[in-house]
């Protein structure tokens, strides 16, 4: 069964965190830091599986994030592994084209999204049409999402400076786009962005 | 359904965010927060009723400062509020903070219930899908108590939306997890058995994981989810059903399901209806043809999805084990794998060749591989996939490939990433122990482990091989000659100097002989190494030093004046101080019989599970069961190959018997402890029943001289050959008759009345070191002929002879040993002994040889005594003197009174009394100084029931102090010879 379902971005900060068994929450922070150090090391060639105290990791790394399972040893890895581009695509879809900072300004939709998919540490549904549809549903009854993202947008044009959602840096100049979400990435990383290209 | 407000977006929620996200400090961060939390508790404590909208964005903000790592104490009544709202994400965001945050609070907790209640029966599927979510993310035993009742009905019931079905199987199995006492499947187990055949694919996938749980906690009550898990299985694999609905992923039919179903199955043995089990092999047939054919997408994802299905099918595969075909299939498809350019491929088919490996039908095939694995040991850029090469290897490992795997082992050692360093070497020395064909390789592997990575040479590995070393007499002299020379070099790990240490100290006398390692040099030798160690290791010389003084009495100055010297007497460690003043003090006080009897080399250590594999089994966890398993079959192998005779002594060793003398002879036990325990058992009877013309013959040989060797006068007979003088070949030696018993033979009889192991006898030519093993009216001896000298002994041969009336009363069979003993070799010889009556006189040995030469002589009485028999028998103080007024009749009584000859221990009475053999009853005599015991002495013919009271009178001054030993048995000569026998212990 899944222990844990953990995403985080390459500097270490924590977009999701569902827990499937009982820690305290120092344990939980201890946990937290344990699995990016094991997982920012690797690189492509390594597996996407790291042993991990007496469970194990399945993990995969979208643009600058890395969704990490944490499941039983004996535990089927690749079935895991696609369940991880599963879910991405779920979230793809749910959020048009998904980016780090929906996942900030959205958490608690991106835990109505996990519960769809994964429920007492097990694979619910797999299916993303289904889940699509009915993520869907829920939406009708929610605001625009643009509408927030416009807020933020104001807020942050306001003279404040930005954080590249890959590196994290903080001196990027400012940059508007239209696309899903209106935080643009540092030069550099304006290539990673966009998850789909990796879908 | 609610109209989408322009409120609903949470502006301030977003704004809240972005400034939190724009502090650029954590003083800041914090500074922001609590200007929000006065804020929202200003609102919430506010007079104005909160709307609904405001309450949820409160809610929100707390709970993203809770996840933002700060605490949050208060809000919780307000999100129990917004459960009742009629607006989804008003509900929804209330019940994700009471998952996130659950409190015990118990007034809350009834109130949440009872909100989750109302949403259960709403009929709305939505507001049910949350509820049900709620239970399983906080999964309390309190909501197992509201309902464990009422969700499996929810899950069955026949008009709940498919959807709801999933949340409720999926809640049910957290709550079965969490309580297992309050969800009680009964009635329901049929109708949700037959959810496998729901035609809702989600609900299926959904509700298998409770039904898998559930399987491998009752298997029995589950057992008809077989056939459906197949049938279903079957459906998806062919793709001939239309149910697969949008479950196709990159091209591959419900690859989740289907891994699901794959597991479900391995709850159970293979079907036993022949038309499921066709239908099954089909299915993983089609599974493994599908790996050979053309993908029908490039993306990763498909082939992983495709790959997922295979591996869970392969474990399905091993887990039957029964199905040769599939598992060579099996095993070959991974072989392709592991030149797979895909890392994760590697590393999988390297992880489940593992499990192969253990099936008797496919470790062959996975050992053709064996040239793969050792180059991926070699060339993986993954320390992982490095490890897994690295567990393959070890599971692959069997007599035929060991050499090569240890090397290979060995030498990645050298290069090995930090964090698997220890393990490997735990794995290396298991591997060299078992596979130890002759025990110079073991003792070499392991002191080049040390070398290698004296770092990771873990305590149990440098015990482990001290243990063999000690148990395995034949090593000995290879052993000590061995760190000898390791010690030479300048640097040495200090596990190396322990192992030394103890080595030389146990053995040194065995390479003295040669002067380039006479005794001092070792000394030196060892002593230069004392000053860069820890103190367990100073201390651990210390005492190889003391050993030395007795090995070798001409180090005993030099080595006292080590001892006496500041840096040792007087050092500021409490330990090495005592040490060094105590090894002073004996060594100048005791007399040379003293100081050989405390530093007697180290006996036996009592064969038990190696703790080296109980090391490695406790680092790798749980998932170490498959390296159990595998040592389990490997254990049988062992005991079953190999000759038998000669083995017996390696497959008694091997049997990992709680006790040492516990299971040793399998005759009483009906299940055997341990896989060695009943060709242990078999063993013995199989001596029996070959050996018995042979011995009988042998018998009838030795009848000729017997009269005259019975004479007990022969003892002081000058044509003995004593310690000492078997150089100059005392003219009997030349006699081929069996010389007559050793003075000393009655001397070294009593030295083993109480106890089963030991030296029995030792000249400068031979040692023979013995094991016994008694139960019952049967026994076993193990006789180890030592050779010390580096000259062959020829013509060896060994008799056993039961004297007079003995031989009616014994029966005693022996094997005949090998007729050349080499220099510094050591052969065994097993002894099975039979009680038949009770005795007194003990078989005789005799042991014939040449050595350059000239023929040697010896004969010694085997040290098989009545007391041997007994049984211990526990009884109250009642029972005692019951049974002691019922033995009343002057013969049945012997007493002795007679000196101590050793000081009156406590502890070193009750050792002897329950070395002899019978229990040793406490509380029984109400003079709490004097000891009684009883015990049953056991013989084909009869029982002889024992009862034994030692009355000490410990008051009386050293030198005069007395024994009163009084014994009753049912028969006379019993306890005559018992007390006889006991009278010479004390």
Redesign the interface.
């Known amino acids: 069964m899944i222990r844990f379902i953990l995403i985080q971005n390459r500097a270490g900060k924590t977009r999701l965190a569902k827990w499937y068994m009982q820690f305290d929450d120092d344990e939980k922070q201890k946990l937290i830091e344990e699995v990016h150090a094991v997982v920012t090391v690797r690189d492509a060639k390594h597996t996407n599986f790291v042993e991990f105290r007496n469970f194990k990791i399945i993990y995969r790394r979208y643009a600058g994030l890395y969704f990490c399972i944490c499941v039983d040893v004996t535990d089927n890895n690749l079935a895991y592994l696609e369940g991880i581009h599963n879910f991405v695509e779920v979230l793809n879809e749910y959020f048009h084209n998904v980016c780090e900072l929906d996942l900030v300004f959205n958490f608690y939709k991106v835990y109505t999204v996990v519960d769809e998919m994964f429920l007492a540490g097990e694979i619910r549904e797999t299916e993303t049409e289904e889940s699509k549809e009915r993520l869907d549903n829920y939406r009708v009854r929610e605001d625009r999402w643009s509408e927030t993202c416009q807020q933020g947008v104001e807020q942050a044009a306001t003279g404040k400076r930005r954080v590249c959602m890959v590196c994290c840096s903080k001196n990027q100049s400012i940059h508007h786009s239209h696309t899903s979400c209106h935080w643009t990435p540092c030069p550099k990383h304006v290539h990673k962005v966009q998850m789909n290209n990796y879908i | 359904?609610?109209a989408?407000s322009?409120?609903?977006?949470?502006?301030g929620?977003?704004?809240f965010?972005?400034?939190i996200?724009?502090c650029k400090s954590k003083e800041a961060e914090i500074k922001r927060i609590n200007k929000e939390l006065a804020n929202i508790r200003s609102k919430f404590k506010g007079d104005k009723a909160l709307d609904g909208y405001s309450k949820k964005k409160y809610v929100?903000k707390l709970?993203?400062i809770f996840?933002l790592?700060h605490d949050i104490d208060f809000g919780h009544m307000e999100a129990v509020n917004l459960l009742s709202s009629n607006?989804?994400?008003e509900k929804?965001?209330g019940y994700?903070f009471i998952?996130v945050l659950v409190n015990s609070n118990s007034e809350l907790i009834r109130l949440i219930n009872n909100a989750i209640k109302n949403d259960l029966s709403s009929r709305n599927p939505?507001f049910m899908c949350l509820a049900l979510?709620c239970i399983?993310?906080v999964?309390s035993r309190e909501m197992a108590e509201a309902f464990a009742g009422e969700i499996p009905r929810i899950l069955v019931a026949g008009d709940t939306m498919d959807?709801v079905k999933?949340?409720a199987a999926?809640?049910l199995?957290?709550l079965y997890?969490a309580s297992p006492d309050l969800v009680l499947m009964g009635e329901w187990t049929s109708r949700v058995v037959h959810l496998l055949n729901d035609q809702h694919?989600?609900v299926v996938?959904?509700a298998i994981?409770l039904i898998t749980c559930l399987s491998s906690k009752n298997p029995d009550e589950f057992k008809t989810c077989v056939s459906l898990a197949v049938s279903r299985l079957s459906r998806i694999v062919s793709s001939a059903s239309t149910d697969l609905?949008?479950?196709t992923?990159y091209f591959v039919p419900?690859?989740?399901?289907s891994?699901?179903l794959l597991?479900l199955l391995q709850c159970y043995p293979p079907p036993e209806d022949g038309a499921v089990k066709g239908r099954l092999v089909e299915c993983l047939e089609t599974i493994l043809n599908k790996a050979q054919e053309p993908p029908k997408s490039k993306k990763v994802?498909h082939s992983?999805?495709k790959?997922?299905i295979l591996?869970?099918a392969i474990s399905l595969i091993i887990h039957y084990d029964s199905e040769p075909n599939l598992l060579v299939r099996a095993c070959n498809q991974l072989g392709q794998f592991l030149q797979h350019r895909e890392?994760?491929l590697r590393?999988?088919a390297l992880e489940s060749m593992c499990t192969l490996a253990s099936s008797e039908f496919s470790h062959e095939a996975v050992k053709t591989h064996i040239e793969t694995v050792i180059n991926a040991l070699k060339t993986e850029?993954?320390v992982?996939?490095r490890q897994r090469a690295a567990d393959l290897l070890y599971a692959m490992c069997d007599r035929s490939n060991a050499k090569q795997i240890v090397a290979e082992m060995l030498s990645y050692l050298e290069t090995a990433d930090y964090s698997i360093r220890e393990e490997m070497v735990l794995k290396v020395a298991i591997l060299a122990e078992k596979y130890a064909v002759d025990y110079s390789w073991y003792v070499d592997t392991i002191l080049n482990l040390i070398r290698i990575a004296g770092d990771y040479v873990s305590e149990e590995v440098w015990y482990r091989v001290i243990q063999i070393v000690i148990n395995r007499d034949d090593v000995q002299g290879y052993a000590a000659k061995t760190v000898f020379e390791a010690l030479q070099a300048p640097a040495c790990h200090e596990n190396m100097v322990k192992v030394g240490g103890y080595i030389l100290g146990e053995f040194g006398n065995l390479i003295a002989g040669d002067p380039r390692s006479s005794p001092l040099v070792q000394f030196n030798l060892l002593h230069s190494k004392f000053h860069l160690c820890s103190v367990p290791t100073r201390a651990l010389l210390l005492s190889a030093y003391i050993k030395f003084i007795n090995l070798f009495p001409e180090t005993k100055a030099t080595i006292q004046e080590v001892l006496r010297s500041d840096s040792q007497i007087r050092n500021s460690d409490v330990e090495l101080q005592q040490r060094a003043v105590e090894y002073l003090k004996l060594s100048s006080i005791a007399s040379t019989d003293v100081l050989a009897t405390v530093l007697e080399e180290m006996p036996p250590f009592p064969e038990r599970e190696s703790s080296i594999l109980a090391k490695l089994k406790k680092k790798k966890?749980?998932?170490a069961v498959s390296v159990e398993l595998e040592d389990g079959k490997e254990r049988g192998e062992l005991n079953g190959g190999g000759d038998r005779g000669g083995d017996a002594a390696i497959a008694a060793s091997n049997a990992s018997t709680p006790s040492p003398s516990a299971d040793l002879l399998g005759l009483r036990s009906a299940a055997p402890v341990s896989g060695a325990a009943p060709s242990a058992g078999s063993l013995l009877v199989d001596v029996f029943s070959e050996a018995g013309p042979a011995a009988s013959s042998a018998g009838v040989n030795d009848d000729g001289f017997l009269s005259a060797l019975h004479a007990p006068e022969a003892s002081d007979s000058p044509l003995v050959e004593g310690p000492g003088d078997s150089d100059s070949a005392p003219p009997s030696a030349a006699s081929e008759d069996p010389a007559p018993p050793l003075p000393e033979s009655d001397e070294l009889l009593n030295k083993f009345v109480c106890k089963n192991n030991g030296v029995l006898f030792e000249n400068q030519l031979l040692q023979i070191g013995i094991k016994s093993e008694y139960r019952q009216n049967l026994g076993r001896m193990y006789l180890f002929y030592g050779n010390k000298t580096s000259v062959q002994f020829v013509s060896f041969s060994t008799t056993v002879s039961c004297p007079g009336e003995l031989q009616s009363q014994l029966n005693v069979q022996t094997k005949t040993v090998e007729p050349l003993v080499e220099g510094g070799a050591q052969v065994q010889q097993v002894i099975n002994i039979e009680c038949l009556t009770d005795f007194i006189d003990a078989p005789l040995l005799n042991i014939k040889f040449r050595y350059g030469g000239a023929l040697q002589n010896i004969s010694l009485k085997l040290p098989v005594t009545i007391n041997k028999f007994f049984q211990p028998t526990e009884m109250a103080a009642a029972d005692f003197f019951q049974r002691w007024k019922q033995l009343s009749q002057p013969q049945q009584e012997a007493q002795k009174i007679f000196k101590a000859s050793h000081g009156m221990d406590t502890e070193v009475l009750k050792a002897k009394l329950l070395g002899l053999g019978t229990a040793l009853l406490e509380n029984v005599d109400p003079n709490p100084e004097n000891y009684v015991c009883a015990g049953v002495i056991q013989t084909k013919a009869q029982q002889v029931g024992c009862l034994l009271r030692l009355e000490p009178n410990a008051q009386a001054q050293p030198g005069e102090q007395m024994y009163r030993l009084t014994l009753r048995s049912s028969k006379d000569t019993v306890s005559q010879r018992v007390c006889d026998l006991l009278a010479e212990q004390f």
């Open positions: 359904m609610p989408v322009k409120g609903d977006g949470m502006r929620l977003a704004v965010i972005s400034d996200r724009n929100c709970l993203f996840l790592g607006k989804y994400t929804q965001i994700l998952s939505t979510h399983a993310n999964g959807s999933q949340s999926l809640c199995l957290r997890k694919m989600g996938t959904a994981s609905q949008d479950y992923y419900a690859p989740w399901l891994c699901k597991r994802q992983n999805a790959n997922a591996f869970e890392t994760n590393y999988l850029r993954d992982s996939v966890g749980p998932g």
